[in-house]
């Protein structure tokens, strides 16, 4: 089937419309209608190929919500009508240790992101949700639980899950110290889930400018990093620094504040980091790790978590046609916290 799509067709062309084709659908697939698309950062660096991966056309997008429209011959889950979603990967090889334990972002023959990727059974390449209907195998399709705004799920389902999936193996609960570095459309989550987790959240931030913000996000306090007196201070008095800046960074200044036995995240930032020292890791046994998104069945704990406890990212709602205005502006980080694309503004007219 034929639908219509937003891609890049090189890494250095704006975004524009494109027809997506969509696969019949196999027995265990759910085809679906976009309504809403989150913008990640992800989408930007694959359009520009600033990871030096990417394929084109390149169609992003994969904080996706929708509604199901058909379903295949075998599927249970899911029936015409249900409000969905669809986040980073939409296959793993299924039988490995790691999707066996529900870790399929960890598969060991590599998940299959929703866009960029490879479909494991034709090879033909994955096309995201800048798209007006999407098709995905049922195990790879997440319920919106009722209660939960649609409108506002998209980045749960990329930005949510980078930074709950780290929570939860590093035990985050009450009265668990955590400290959020940085405060874009993942710093903004990982605040509001650990505050939802019953943590204390501190903000970390390098200007006092972000203490209004940290505060109406539900954390606890902002600890400014230039301050020299206040870092001492706050020396070995967090259990989990969740990092999410996105760019190459120096962690050093961070590590004292971990108490022994502490542990620093990183979910921003892919590649080389800034010479650190070792000594604080030797004498704390503080350590250094990374998370990638989170499992299936852990997106979906997290869906019915926020719908729960009404814990919501802060959108801001965007036309297809303003998405390259969208990834100049993230650039900036001149967003709050999160775009999303109103696939409603995806008409026909926008193909022809
Ligand atoms: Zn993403
Ligand atoms: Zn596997």
Known sequence: MKTIGYAALSATTPLAPFTVERRELRPNDVAMEVLYCGVCHSDLH??????GWSTYPSVPGHEIVGRVTAVGSEVK??????SVAVGCMVDSCQRCDQCQKGDEQLCRQGNTQTYNGKDRITG????????????AREEFVLRVPEGLDPARTGPLLCAGITTYSPL?????????????????????????????????VTVLSRTPDKQADALALGAHRLLVSSDKDAMKKAKGSFDVIIDTV????????????????????????LGPLAETSSMPLVSGRRRITGSLIGGIAETQELLDFCAARNILPDCEMIRM????????????????????????????????
Do not use: C
Request: charged share 25%; hydrophobic share 40%; glycine share 12%.
């Open 46 to 51: 694959t359009a520009r190929n600033d990871w």
């Open 77 to 82: 889950r899911y029936k015409v009508g249900d």
């Open 124 to 135: 033909e390449p994955t096309f995201g949700g800048y798209s007006k209907h999407l098709v």
């Open 168 to 200: 939860r193996h590093w035990k985050v609960g009450p009265g668990t110290r955590v400290g959020v570095l940085g405060l874009g459309g993942l710093g903004h989550m990982a605040v509001k889930l650990a505050v939802g987790l019953g943590a204390d």
């Open 246 to 269: 996105p760019v190459k960074h120096d962690v050093t200044p961070y590590m004292p504040l971990l108490d022994i036995d502490g542990t620093l995240v990183i979910v921003g930032q």
């Open 321 to 352: 046609d303003q998405i390259n205005e969208a990834f100049e502006r993230m650039e900036k980080s001149d967003v709050r916290y999160r775009f999303v694309i109103d696939m409603a503004s995806l008409s026909q007219a926008n193909a022809d």
